[in-house]
């Protein structure tokens, strides 16, 4: 008997669990749209141009293999800074931003989640609900009690912006509200720019702390720039902010675990202790984080030409996904003209939010070999044009 015996079995993760269950799955026709990841048409993983032109770049110039210091590569920590706030913004010349490269979206967002933890005790995280099923864990792992506000409307297959704006009212002052910077998950519905204003309005008025999460800076609109929009003007609206980066998507740098946590502050002073603070947390976490894909990353962003290179492969992929939304519904649209289909075309981002309950979910996995989240997500990122009939199909039967 193991002194372990009176451990839980812990279910697979919702997401990760998906893909799982999909390499088990020995049909042909199978299709995974679980994860978040990018395919090209045919299927594969997409590595980046470039990603391998910085990568030559890194063989050319023989670069070793030492520790970074806690806080990260400093070339990235300019770069990603640059790339989310705008090349040379007053707030980085004034030296109040403190920005820690971590362990891509995740990571960077439990170092920020720890140090709420240590020094805003008692703070409720306030989460839309839906969200991406992690930010729970994270926080709650870190000890920061999280509560929802109302994000989704499933009568318009939109957002319930009246409902969100009443929870954050209702929330207590100085709360934490935790804000998708574009490309919601799962959703993929953003607020408009209007109705941003007016959370930035209420945020100020509260006194909230606002928590962006960026994880698809570029997959919204296909531009880098617009997609920073969001926490770009709560930052021009004189709030502080915290903003979590990630590269998986946008850089296909998934495995590399490229990110970073910023924390926009009023001074440099503040941005001088909190830093601090930071190391002291992802010291005691994982010491230092990795070198090779923030070393991408920092080419990438800091040199003009791929710059404007991989703006072009951005494009490329959130085309791609336009495409499949087209299609897919089109198909919809023909099979079961009855019903409003053109939810899919107003999402963004990699995602879309199909309104399949659970029983339904499952069905499209057991009849029909389409593996997806039980909340009706699917990944447009892992749909070729060339399956979307069949999706369409399989969409109209669990409806019908
Ligand atoms: N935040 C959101 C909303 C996400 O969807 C994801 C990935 O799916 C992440 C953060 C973090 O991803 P990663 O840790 O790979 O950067």
Redesign the pocket.
Known sequence: QSRLAFVDLQPPDP?LGVSEAFKRDTNDLKLNLG??AYRTEELKPYVLDVVKKAEKIMIDSEENKEYLPIQGLEAFNKATADLLLGQGHSAMKENRVATLQS???????RVAAEFIAKFLPGKTAYLSNP??G??KNIFADAGVEWKWYRYFEPETVGLDFEGLMEDLRAAPEESIVVL?GC????TGIDPTREQWEQIADLCIEKNHLPFF????QGFASGSLDDDAWAPRYFVSRGMEAIV??????NLGL?AE???AINFVLADAEAAKRVMSQLKRIARALYSNPPVHGARIASIVVSRPELFQEWNKEMEYMSGRIKQVRQDLNGHLTRLNGDRDWSFILSQVG?FSFTGLDKEQCKVMTDKHHVYMTSDGRISLAGLPSSKAEYLAKAIDDVVA
């Open positions: 997401i994860v978040g362990l891509s979206g995740t990571g960077s967002l969200t991406w992690n930010h998708h490309a919601h998950n799962p999460d960026v994880a698809y979590a980066q990630s590269y998986s998507k998934y675990r490229v990110g990699m």
